[in-house]
């Protein structure tokens, strides 16, 4: 049986988890009508990713007898000054979930929850690369500065990040394994 506090926390997280996927997909749109199709596609990415996430949370509530609670979802901003600053709010945005993570972690040792804390733990580590990621992509970006040929370059790189085949697997994008 989940804690009362930690569950209520966990269902803050995914509700945040969703936030994030909601914002991914407001920078795909804005990528998208902007012309980065590449960039569009890599948010698009994390858009399935981070639905993954909260998916994955919403699992674990349930497996543990806990009672999901799905929040309204706030509003993302729909716009942005230019592509490094979106993927440096990405980044940022990105760091904020890994502190928000080590909060449920330090909340269920304080409760002497294990199950909760592996679960975390996952998840913190999972963030390794998730903040690697944005950060590796405003830095490049950063890097490019006004050239539109690198501009142009990576965008067309980024139209290659593909799925986790976890997350495709977890979201049910990929066919069921067949019956015994």
Same mark, same amino acid.
């Given at each position: /049986? $989940? ?6 926390? *966990?269902?803050?997280? *995914? ?14 749109? &804005? ?10 596609? &890599? /948010?698009?990415?994390?858009? $399935?990713?981070?639905?993954? +996430? ?13 009672? !999901?609670? $799905? ?8 716009? &942005? ?15 904020? !979930?890994?502190?928000? %993570?080590?909060?449920?972690?330090? %909340? ?6 294990? $199950?909760? +804390?592996? %679960? /975390?733990? &996952? ?19 950063k890097m490019a500065g006004t050239s539109p040929d690198v501009l142009f370059r990576l965008d067309r790189e980024a139209a290659a990040r593909a799925v986790s085949p976890l997350v495709t697997a977890g979201i049910g994008l990929t066919a ?5």
């Amino acid at each position: /049986m $989940l804690n009362a506090k930690v569950e209520q926390a *966990i269902n803050g997280q *995914i509700n945040y988890e969703f936030y994030s996927a909601y914002l991914y997909l407001a920078m795909a749109a &804005w990528f998208k009508q902007e012309n980065y199709n590449g960039f569009s596609h &890599w /948010m698009r990415i994390q858009y $399935l990713e981070e639905t993954f +996430h909260a998916q994955k949370q919403f699992d674990f509530v349930h497996d543990r007898d806990g009672k !999901v609670t $799905l929040q309204e979802i706030a509003k993302p901003p729909h716009s &942005w000054k230019s592509p490094l600053d979106a993927f440096k709010q990405a980044y940022e945005h990105e760091q904020t !979930v890994t502190a928000r %993570l080590g909060d449920i972690d330090e %909340l269920a040792l304080k409760n002497r929850d294990q $199950l909760t +804390h592996v %679960l /975390m733990q &996952w998840f913190i580590n999972e963030q390794i690369e998730e903040e690697a990621n944005a950060k590796d992509m405003a830095d490049q970006i950063k890097m490019a500065g006004t050239s539109p040929d690198v501009l142009f370059r990576l965008d067309r790189e980024a139209a290659a990040r593909a799925v986790s085949p976890l997350v495709t697997a977890g979201i049910g994008l990929t066919a069921a394994p067949a019956a015994p």
